[in-house]
Structures are given as structure tokens and as C-alpha cells.
């Protein structure tokens, strides 16, 4: 069975500066895809960000990247610069072996101004 | 450009009816997805269509829930007697056949008195 774990319920940052989103997976798939989506309060689901594990390198998106460790089952997302429209849900997903999405619990990530 | 849409927005019913929900993809995607997100969890796969076929199904999805997607277009979720259990956020996606990104609406919530 696959399984996403999120182990930080809730981060927050300083506006302009760095954070890291943790992401673990469990698969026995060896194609799959994964991907951080992002839920702001009231809003509709929007992708940030995808990886596909047959490539080892790691995705980037603007100031969204990933740190892909394969191996380790890792997929953390580094968010730069951070910005108050930044904060939201984010979920980590992944798709192998079906068509499914399998998601994360969520982190919600508070920016301070 | 014209998402995925959903109707309602939003539902309240009392226990015991039926309530159906509609989603209509963006217009050249032909997979169709719909997941149910409760309270501080991430979503969780319902079931997908391709085309007009049901090709998955989880085995959240009780006998009380039904999904079609008859012209391969719009797709109906309905659930029939509902129950407490049931309130949670309906969440409807799709995706072009041959890619991995699943596209969300921004769901039909549901409270069941």
C-alpha cells in the first residue's frame, strides 16, 4: 500500500526568508510521480510542484524546489523568499501504480509579515 | 481558460436524503477523479473515470455512493441516505489521459445534520 506521512502539522516563517516542508512516502512501485499541492483557507487545490522519481534530478519551480532523496523515500519542499500569499495547506501526494493520488495529512504554513 | 467546476458549493441536508453533486472537468480532459477531504486530513481517493468508463473504485465508496460520468463529459457523485459520517468536502479533479497532473475544482462541501 502506499502511504505519504507529513510529520509537521504547522510551520511558520518570516516573510522573505526560508522554510522546509518534510515529506515521507512508502511505495512499492518503482515508477511513480509525486507532488506538493497547495490549499490556501477557502480556496481550491493548486499544484506547486511535481517530481518524477525516475529522474534523479530535483524539480524547481521559481522559488519552490524539492529535495528528492530517493533511497530515503524523502520528498521535502523548500519554499524561498517566503511571501504572505505563500500561507496555506500544503500536501504532499503521490501517484505509482494507479491513477490515485495518495495525499499527506497537510502542513499549514503561516507566514509572518 | 475554464477549470474545473463544481456544483453546489455548498450542501446542508438532513440525515436520511439524498444529495448529488456535480463537476464538470476542463473541457479536453478525459480522466475525472473525485476524492472526499474531512476536517485536518488531506483528501482520499473516491474514484476515477476515464472517459465514460469507472475504472476504480475505493472501498470508501460505500453502496450509498454512486458516481456516473454518462457522455464521457460532466460527471454526478450521489449519495443516498445520507449520514453524519458523510459531512466532509467533495473534491472533483481531472486530467488528460497521458499525463500525471490532476487539476482540482474547488469542491462541494457537505454537512449532514
Known amino acids: 500500500a502506499q502511504t505519504v506521512t507529513q510529520s509537521q502539522p504547522e510551520m511558520s516563517v518570516q516573510e522573505a526568508e526560508t522554510v522546509t516542508l518534510s515529506c515521507t512516502y512508502d511505495t512499492s512501485e518503482s515508477d511513480y510521480y509525486l507532488f506538493w499541492y497547495k490549499q490556501p483557507p477557502s480556496r481550491q487545490m493548486i499544484l506547486v510542484i511535481r517530481q518524477e522519481a525516475y529522474k534523479q534530478q530535483n524539480a524547481t519551480e521559481n522559488r519552490f524546489s524539492v529535495n528528492f532523496q530517493k533511497a530515503a523515500k524523502s520528498f521535502s519542499l523548500k519554499i524561498s523568499d517566503s511571501q504572505l500569499g505563500d500561507a496555506a495547506m500544503y500536501f504532499c501526494a503521490q501517484q505509482g501504480g494507479s491513477e490515485k493520488l495518495v495525499f499527506g495529512k497537510g502542513t499549514k504554513l503561516t507566514v509572518n509579515p | 481558460d475554464t477549470g474545473v467546476s463544481q456544483n453546489p458549493r455548498h450542501k446542508i441536508t438532513k440525515r436520511g436524503q439524498n444529495v448529488t453533486f456535480r463537476c464538470d472537468p476542463i473541457?479536453?480532459?478525459?480522466?475525472l477523479y473525485w476524492y472526499r477531504q474531512t476536517l485536518g486530513q488531506g483528501p482520499e481517493f473516491l474514484t476515477y473515470?476515464?472517459?465514460?468508463?469507472?475504472?476504480?473504485k475505493s472501498r470508501l465508496l460505500s453502496d450509498r455512493f454512486s458516481a456516473e460520468r454518462p457522455k464521457g463529459s460532466f460527471s454526478t457523485l450521489e449519495i443516498q441516505r445520507t449520514e453524519q459520517g458523510d459531512s466532509a468536502m467533495y473534491l472533483c479533479?481531472?486530467?488528460?489521459?497521458?499525463?500525471?497532473?490532476?487539476?482540482f475544482g474547488p469542491g462541494t462541501r457537505l454537512t449532514v445534520l
Open positions: 473515470f476515464q472517459n465514460e468508463a469507472q475504472l476504480e
Open positions: 473541457s479536453e480532459h478525459n480522466r
Open positions: 479533479a481531472s486530467s488528460l489521459q497521458g499525463t500525471d497532473t490532476q487539476y
